[in-house]
């Protein structure tokens, strides 16, 4: 089992991200840390209990981490997600309280203890003001996934810039220097992968057939979502962003890249950028591994299988959901 700590901005797809993660065996969530970015890090950190919620899982504890980027205004993603941030299905709150510990304190006194791999979801602010305090501690980072940034796809909030990476660049660019000096890579599940994972009205149609309980959560979650894609991006359907970063650290041969070292632009029109020196211009050691490729039905049918379950509980198995071939 790999131990993980999941930092999000819940988020309508980082919420289907938690919901794989907590139906993924392989995982053991040791903690969730919520960060500002589609949402204000406390509204997170409350969407977050609610998909915990559903999961039957509160026994996992929610950090509420950074409320603003290190530098530039907060900028939220609500005109996507909502007022409440899960697509304004207006969930109740689940019962319980949050720890009186922070995010950054979180994962400081968790990677102080042990060797633990993150899942990285939202803007990077709580990752670079660990990092920043304690450089030492990212040798202690098994993995770090980072859904965000892109490579050769066209920006989803500015004609370059990836919205995490863009909401707060400096954070994203003090990770990845951090861990050029580290010698260590940063897994970047950009774009250039998330866009071919499309949850479409026939899929999301399939999930409430055959698990008619997780399908109604997650269509009470993406109406609003697929309202939004349809509207700005002519898309019938909604990417689903975060939920790759979480198959892709289960299971590798889900994505394709290669190894290049990056930096991220922080100032003017194109902040948040992604600079990756795919041709090695620079001569840097390799900081990041960048994904370029996916198989999205493969993702689909790894996806459904695990957050589906049947009447007797039991998970469905990737080869009875053939009709996702067809779909
Ligand atoms: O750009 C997409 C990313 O920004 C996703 O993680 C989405 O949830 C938002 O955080
Ligand atoms: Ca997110």
């Not at 999961?55 to 005109?79: F, H, K, Q, S």
């Not at 207006?90 to 510990?101: E, K, R």
């Not at 050029?180 to 899929?203: F, Y």
């Not at 359907?237 to 190894?259: E, M, T």
Request: charge should be negative; charged fraction near 25%; hydrophobic fraction near 40%.
């Amino acid at each position: 089992m790999d131990r993980v700590i999941i930092d999000c901005d819940p988020g309508i797809d980082d919420s289907l991200a938690l919901m794989l993660a907590l139906s993924s065996p392989e995982l053991e969530v040791l903690g969730i840390t919520t960060v500002s970015g589609n949402v204000p890090a406390e509204m997170g950190a409350k969407n977050a209990r609610k998909v915990l919620q559903q999961m039957n899982r509160l026994d996992i504890p929610v950090y509420i981490g950074e409320a603003v980027p290190l530098r530039y205004e907060y900028t939220d993603a609500m005109d996507t997600h909502g007022k409440d941030g899960m697509g304004e299905s207006f969930l109740p709150d689940a019962p319980g309280t949050f720890p009186s510990a922070d995010a950054v304190e979180f994962l400081e006194k968790t990677l102080e203890k042990e060797q633990v791999s993150v899942i990285a979801l939202g803007p990077m602010t709580n990752l670079a003001r660990v990092f920043s305090k304690r450089p030492d501690l990212i040798g202690q980072v098994k993995d770090l996934i980072s859904m965000g940034g892109s490579f050769r796809s066209h920006g989803n909030c500015s004609p370059v810039a990836e919205y995490n990476y863009w909401c707060d660049p400096d954070a994203a660019a003090v990770c990845y220097k951090l861990f050029a000096d580290a010698g260590k890579k940063i897994e970047m599940i950009g774009l250039d992968v998330t866009r071919k994972i499309v949850l479409t009205p026939n899929i999301r149609e399939y999930i409430c057939r055959l698990d008619p309980e997780t399908g109604e959560f997650i269509r009470r979650l993406t109406d609003f979502y697929m309202d939004f894609h349809w509207e700005y991006e002519k898309i019938i359907g909604c990417v689903i962003n975060d939920p790759l970063a979480v198959a892709y650290f289960i299971d590798r041969s889900l994505c394709r890249g290669f190894d290049s070292y990056t930096e991220v632009e922080t100032e003017g029109i194109c902040r948040g950028q992604t600079v990756v020196d795919s041709m090695n211009f620079w001569r840097r050691k390799p900081n990041s591994h960048i994904l370029i490729e996916t198989d999205s039905r493969r993702f689909m049918k790894f996806f459904l299988a695990r957050v589906m379950k049947k009447q007797d509980g039991s998970r469905w198995l990737e080869e009875e959901l053939s009709l996702l071939d067809t779909i």
